[in-house]
């Protein structure tokens, strides 16, 4: 958080705020929600869902039926989705 507090190009951002509804099981139709990990709103007007996995974890099938239901609210809400890896908060300099 400290990384989005020292961005001047943020104007404000939120954690595990949104809830994402997705269906876990298409036999049963169960519904679960899904809290991505921050919504961030940038001075441009982008607004950008993040979520921060492993890289292992990503090809796993709940990751994947929670990253599709992402992907859709964020076009019903004008966002972009992001998904950030170990290897992403290396190259910033946030994990070693």
């Known amino acids: 958080m400290q990384y989005l507090d020292a961005n001047s190009d943020v104007i404000s951002y939120?954690?595990?705020q949104v809830i994402v509804a997705?269906?876990?099981n298409i036999r049963?139709?169960?519904?679960r929600k899904y809290f991505p990990d921050f919504l961030v709103e940038y001075s441009s007007g982008v607004k950008k869902l993040?979520?921060?996995k492993p890289k292992k974890r990503l090809d796993q099938v709940k990751v994947?039926?929670?990253l599709e239901a992402a992907k859709l609210w964020c076009?019903?809400?004008?966002?972009?989705?992001e998904i950030v890896?170990?290897?992403?908060?290396?190259?910033l300099g946030l994990l070693k």
């Open 28 to 31: 049963s139709g169960k519904l």
């Open 85 to 91: 890896t170990e290897v992403e908060l290396k190259a």
């Open 22 to 24: 997705y269906i876990s």
């Open 14 to 16: 939120t954690y595990e």
């Open 64 to 66: 994947q039926k929670k």
């Open 75 to 81: 076009e019903e809400h004008g966002a972009i989705l």
């Open 50 to 52: 993040v979520e921060i």
